[in-house]
């Protein structure tokens, strides 16, 4: 039986990055490869398939050594024409509106207060204007703990075959299912650190047929985020550029993990997590700050509404029971706080979890 072993560290329950296992961080180490070579080509082949599954598509996924943010960017660059419709409901999808004027793009907001959700209905009546050809949207917002409802969304989206779906499932990407192709969805993109459990610094991505043929017209795609490079590369299981082999060891490790679990076992696992934090956060007297039926299965964005000293919670938290959680994000900091429950986290860990901070709030 192999053994793995950890250096003593402050375990993270931060939603991103996320606790890594040491089996995986053994895996990452795995000795190089040539990544021209007969290895590398029969590495991709060997996690395509299942990477697949993951997507729930029959469109090929790509391998970017970049992080999610460099596939968002690819994504508009690749795809937008006329307008981007930015979706915009915390503060990683209001920074995609800033990306998309930076690539040159003629952009604007679908705005709703942090801690709600998209409603179909707004998105429908600023498509109807035909001013939009795009759309992006983040699935989980990871800042407020919000998860949009993408099959409500698609099915508004598919009444204009024109627009393109750009889709950030970068904090709920393998905590549950997400059916690409039954959606709809022209591009489905994730990151490394956050459900994955892999290090940062590495993403996925699928592209739908509809997203190739927009591509094919787009100019001044540049070269490390063509998507019609990445399509022709994997053609031959090759990336356009070299690739972090490491996380693709990591990745290989990972995906035996997800699949010997079964992907409804992994996904019922994150379901009865989440609700143990939900129970918590409604036995301890706080609020959620996702407004409720759009609450995040990864992650929940804790509302102080007792009103403690957050940053000092969090310090404690560390410094007694060296675990990590986040104090929140951006100018929620000290007015929320985010528990994961994502990655591999488990009944056991995340009751562990929820121990230590009742002790630190007594």
């Known amino acids: 039986m192999d053994v793995f072993y950890v250096i003593p560290h402050d375990k993270l ?23 021209r070579g007969e290895d590398f080509k029969n590495l991709y082949r060997e996690i395509h398939p299942r990477l697949q599954t993951l997507f729930s598509t029959k469109q090929p996924v790509f391998l970017s050594t970049s992080s999610a943010w460099g596939v968002m960017e690819a994504s508009v ?9 930015c979706c915009m409901c915390g503060a990683f999808s209001d920074k995609w509106l800033d990306g998309a004027r930076r690539c040159g ?4 907001p679908l705005q709703v207060d942090w ?19 795009t759309v992006t949207l983040i699935h989980n917002e990871t800042s407020t703990g919000v998860m949009n409802p993408s099959p409500e ?24 299912k997400i059916d690409m192709d039954a959606l709809g969805i022209d591009v489905l993109l994730t990151g490394s650190q956050k459900a994955l459990a892999l290090p940062p610094g590495f993403s996925l991505f699928s592209v739908s047929e509809k997203g190739f043929a927009r591509a094919e017209k787009q100019k001044d795609r540049g070269y490390y985020f063509d998507f019609l490079e990445f399509k022709r590369q994997q053609e031959n299981w090759m990336t ?38 939900h129970d918590w956060v409604k036995r301890t007297g706080f609020e959620f700050f996702a407004e409720e039926g759009f609450r995040s299965k990864t992650l929940t964005c804790v509302a102080n509404n007792r009103n403690i ?24 900091r000290g007015k929320t706080f985010r528990l994961s429950n994502m990655g591999d986290e488990t009944e056991e860990t995340v009751s562990h979890l929820l121990a230590c901070l009742d002790d630190v709030l007594e």
């Not at 329950?13 to 990544?35: D, L």
């Not at 793009?105 to 604007?108: Q, V």
């Not at 801690?115 to 050809?133: E, M, N, T």
């Not at 627009?163 to 905590?175: E, P």
């Open 309 to 332: 000293d957050v940053v000092d919670f969090a310090r404690r938290l560390r410094e007694k029971h060296h675990l990590v959680i986040d104090p929140g994000y951006g100018k929620l």
């Open 13 to 35: 329950f931060t939603p991103g990055p996320v606790e890594v296992s040491a089996k995986t961080m053994a895996a990452f180490s795995h000795p190089m490869i040539g990544h």
């Open 115 to 133: 801690g709600k959700h998209i409603d179909q209905k707004d998105l429908d009546r600023a498509l109807a204007s035909g001013k939009f050809d």
């Open 240 to 277: 356009p550029t070299t690739p972090s082999i490491g996380h693709i060891f990591a990745l290989q490790s990972k995906l035996d993990e997800i699949f010997q679990e079964g992907l409804d076992t992994r996904y019922a696992r994150h379901a009865r997590t989440i609700a143990l934090v």
């Open 153 to 176: 969304i698609c099915c508004t989206l598919a009444k204009y075959p024109d627009v393109i779906l750009i889709l950030d499932t970068v904090s709920s990407f393998s905590g549950m």
């Open 77 to 85: 660059r690749n795809l937008a024409d006329r307008g981007v419709l």
């Open 105 to 108: 793009k003629n952009a604007e």
